[in-house]
């Protein structure tokens, strides 16, 4: 049920795909809390996904954008403030690709162009989303920058590539971003590690269906499914978390802090 949590607020999100995008969800729930946002994704993206039923549904003004250029950042920004009559409050970074994993090269033999282009979108592109808010002065006061990651950052994945490199590079510029944007506009910056998650881009990785049973399993509480990713979201953007920045949060049913369990084992 909506409890107005968001009320008033303007919002900006990337990386809505179709249904069963985290971004798609996110941008649902924000909205049933009162807020206006725009949603936007590369050119290529908005082809292939569903985005337009999302924007009409919502209400919500669509604006291509690739988060690799800094123009498109720039136009982006501007266009929302116009759009939604003001400054912004959140912001929600949901990109991540591997084109070294897409065409399935080993991490023993990677593609280093591929690698720079991965780090591109997937982390670089979080950097340059928030210097150019920071440069156009964008964003309110107390306001609420997120972005997606995921624990192979901190532990290793083998399947999961030069992605886990990237992760850990969007959650420092997280952090040191974090502090730039906290001194200066009270605005928090925070990363979310969420649990192996059924999305389209998710279940493109090698032996996903296995490793998200495995998850599931070591997870006392299960995996944290795409609309309670977008609950907690929600939270973060709200009033109420004001005083959270810097931090990488897991959202991952306890799988973070799990060693083994006995239902893994079967035992």
Same mark, same amino acid.
């Given at each position: ?6 009320a008033?607020?303007?919002g900006?999100i990337?990386g ?6 985290i ?10 809390? $009162?807020a206006?946002?725009? !949603? +936007? ?6 082809? %292939?996904?569903?985005?337009n /039923?999302?924007? &009409?549904r919502?209400?919500?003004?669509i ?10 950042m720039?136009k982006?920004?501007?266009q929302s ?22 065409k399935?090269?080993?991490y ?7 690698m ?14 928030m ?11 107390? $306001?609420?920058?997120?972005? !997606? +990651?995921?624990i192979a950052?901190?532990?290793? %994945?083998?399947?999961?590539? /030069?992605?886990? &490199?990237s992760?850990?590079?969007l ?15 009270k ?6 590690s969420?649990?192996?998650?059924m999305?389209t ?30 609950n ?7 009033d109420?978390?004001?005083s ?8 991952d049913?306890?799988?973070s ?9 079967g035992?």
């Open positions: 049920m909506p409890n107005n949590l968001l008033g607020k303007r900006v990337f809505a795909l179709d249904d069963k995008s971004a798609w969800k996110v941008a649902e729930r924000c909205v049933e809390e $009162g206006r946002i725009t !949603l +936007t994704n590369a050119p290529v993206a908005l082809r %292939f996904g569903q985005i /039923e999302l924007g &009409e919502l209400n919500a003004e604006i291509p954008a690739d988060a690799t250029l800094v123009e498109d720039e982006l920004f501007q403030m116009d759009v939604l009559g003001g400054k912004i409050d959140f912001v929600l970074h949901s990109i991540g690709m591997s084109l070294n994993v897409r399935g090269r080993e023993t033999d990677l593609n280093y162009e591929w720079q282009k991965s780090f591109d979108i997937s982390s670089i592109s979080f950097h340059k989303m210097q150019t808010l920071w440069k156009l002065d964008a964003m309110n006061d107390w $306001g609420s920058i997120l972005a !997606l +990651t995921y950052s901190q532990r290793v %994945f083998p399947d999961y590539s /030069e992605m886990a &490199e992760k850990a590079l959650e420092s510029f997280a952090r040191s971003f974090g502090y730039h944007y906290g001194i200066s506009k605005v928090r910056v925070n990363t979310i969420q649990s192996p998650t999305t881009a998710g279940s493109g990785v090698k032996g996903f269906d296995e490793f998200f049973g495995y998850a599931d399993k070591m997870s006392p509480l299960g995996n944290a499914s795409a609309d309670a990713c977008a907690y979201c929600v939270v973060m953007f709200s109420f978390t004001r959270v920045t810097m931090q990488n949060l897991y959202h049913g306890g799988f802090s799990m060693g083994m369990s006995p239902a893994v084992l035992l």
